[in-house]
């Protein structure tokens, strides 16, 4: 199984920027496609976008494409979520996962992070 950790949330005003990383351990890294979802209060929790191995495909949501960029360091077991250009409808706690497709959906989903709570208010 492979452990993922979240950190880099925080508070923002609208226009910054956050890069949230995660980092794993356990089972090769390198053969998941990594993944971030986001959850707002009241809402359906949403997919931010995902990254194959060795970052040669990414795919996006629509509400953060041209804001946010996926990456990701197989050499560190680590994947960044870099968010430009933050709005208030971005707070939420995102998430990290593990998974083994590029659809965003959640049945594709092998393991999950904790959550890290980014706030984008003035």
């Known amino acids: 199984q492979v452990q993922l950790v979240e950190s880099g949330g925080g508070l923002v005003q609208p226009g910054g920027s956050l890069r949230l990383s995660c980092a794993t351990s356990?089972?090769?890294?390198?053969?998941?496609?990594m993944s971030w979802f986001r959850q707002a209060p009241g809402k359906e929790r949403e997919w931010v976008g995902c990254?194959?191995?060795?970052?040669?495909?990414?795919n996006y949501g629509d509400s953060v494409k041209g804001r946010f960029t996926i990456s990701r360091d197989d050499r560190k077991n680590t994947v960044y979520l870099q968010m430009n250009n933050l709005k208030p409808e971005d707070t939420a706690v995102y998430y990290c996962?593990?998974?083994?497709?590029?659809?965003?959906?959640?049945?594709?989903?092998?393991?999950w992070g904790q959550g890290t709570q980014v706030t984008v208010s003035s």
């Open positions: 990254v194959t191995w060795g970052g040669g495909a990414k």
């Open positions: 356990g089972r090769t890294f390198s053969s998941y496609v």
């Open positions: 996962a593990a998974g083994t497709s590029l659809s965003g959906t959640e049945d594709s989903i092998v393991a």
